[in-house]
Nanobody
Framework: QLQLAEIGGGLVEPGGSLRLSCVGS????????IGWFRQAPGKEREGVLC????????DAADSVKGRFTASRDNARSTAYLFMKNLKPEDTAVYYC???????????????????WGQGTQVTVSS
């Protein structure tokens, strides 16, 4: 059974950095594109960034370009979201999601993904 687990959320001051990990189990991550999403209180879930199977294709939302990036280690079944220069508006529950896809596929559309982690809270506050 495919499972995803996000690790690494917490409280960080504005301007700080944080790394989230998405650990997969029950499937071979090599064949899956990974999406990172977030949902702030009272807002819809937003597609933040996606990373293709080989880690080459990365698409980021305008709100995080230049501040967030991603990588993946398929051998460890783990994907990473690196966040820097964090702002209070980045406060949200962050989710990773996976979908079996072609090598260059990348999407930040929620409905494109079938499998989701439980989410981890990121709070940016002084």
């Amino acid at each position: 059974q495919l499972q995803l687990a996000e690790i690494g959320g917490g409280l960080v001051e504005p301007g700080g950095s944080l790394r989230l990990s998405c650990v997969g189990s029950g499937f071979k991550m090599d064949y899956y594109a990974i999406g990172w999403f977030r949902q702030a209180p009272g807002k819809e879930r937003e597609g933040v960034l996606c990373i293709g199977r080989a880690g080459i294709t990365i698409d980021a939302a305008d709100s995080v370009k230049g501040r967030f990036t991603a990588s993946r280690d398929n051998a460890r079944s783990t994907a990473y979201l690196f966040m820097k220069n964090l702002k209070p508006e980045d406060t949200a529950v962050y989710y990773c999601a996976a979908v079996q896809a072609s090598s260059r596929y990348c999407s930040r559309v929620e409905s494109d993904f079938r499998s989701w982690g439980q989410g981890t809270q990121v709070t940016v506050s002084s």
